[in-house]
T-cell receptor, first 115, second 115 residues
Framework: AQTVTQSQPEMSVQEAETVTLSCTYD???????LFWYKQPPSRQMILVIR??????QNATENRFSVNFQKAAKSFSLKISDSQLGDTAMYFC????????????FGKGTRLSVIA | NAGVMQNPRHLVRRRGQEARLRCSPV?????VYWYRQLPEEGLKFMVY????????ESGMPKERFSAEFPKEGPSILRIQQVVRGDSAAYFC?????????????FGPGTRLTVL
């Protein structure tokens, strides 16, 4: 069974600074997808960024980028130029590349951006 | 923005009553997933449905819980004889097709409180 581990329950960062959230996973699959979701106080789940395991290039979406280390099964999220609106819970999620399958989520990291 | 709709957003039930949660997927999406989020936890998969079929219900308790996704109308998650431990946020997600990146679009969730 796949598992996703987020070892940082809470983190904080000063506005405009950079922060990195950690995520590790365990799987025997050779190809799969990894996601970071943001859950602000409204509780809406918002997709931040997605990485396909067969792609070596790290995904980037504006201020958000990932450091994907397939051999280490590590998938960290870097937020540059942090903004107050980035304050939220961040969840790492895994999906096997076998059609429509449920996502496996980590327990989340609560990020606070401080003015 | 015709995203995933869930209603009600908040639902209060007394122990022993029934809870009925509704989810309308993104127009054209035929795959629906239900997840449950306990306080301070990540989302846990419950059930995956396609139109008129349950594909995977491995995460759903065998008793008191049921789900359907009829040919017409929303997907329904039904919890009979609710207990306090059922208090949680229930999220629905939809995706458009089989295969591919399995990107799931989430609704705003229904927060169930059992008194």
């Amino acid at each position: 069974a796949q598992t996703v581990t987020q070892s940082q329950p809470e983190m904080s960062v000063q506005e405009a600074e950079t922060v990195t959230l950690s995520c590790t996973y365990d799987t025997s699959e050779s190809n799969y997808y990894l996601f970071w979701y943001k859950q602000p106080p409204s509780r809406q789940m918002i997709l931040v960024i997605r990485q396909e395991a067969y792609k070596q290039q790290n995904a980037t979406e504006n201020r958000f980028s990932v450091n994907f280390q397939k051999a280490a099964k590590s998938f960290s999220l870097k937020i540059s130029d942090s903004q107050l609106g980035d304050t939220a819970m961040y969840f790492c999620a895994f999906s096997p590349n076998s059609g429509n399958t449920p996502l496996v989520f980590g327990k989340g990291t609560r990020l606070s951006v401080i003015a | 923005n015709a995203g995933v709709m869930q209603n009600p957003r908040h639902l209060v039930r007394r122990r022993g009553q029934e809870a009925r949660l509704r989810c309308s997927p993104v127009k054209g999406h035929s795959h629906v997933y239900w997840y449950r989020q306990l306080p301070e936890e990540g989302l846990k998969f419950m059930v995956y449905l396609q139109k008129e079929n349950i594909i995977d219900e491995s995460g759903m308790p065998k008793e008191r819980f049921s789900a359907e996704f009829p040919k017409e109308g929303p997907s329904i998650l039904r919890i009979q004889q609710v207990v306090r431990g059922d208090s949680a946020a229930y999220f629905c997600a939809s995706s458009p097709r089989t295969g591919g990146a399995n990107e799931q679009f989430f609704g705003p969730g229904t927060r169930l409180t059992v008194l």
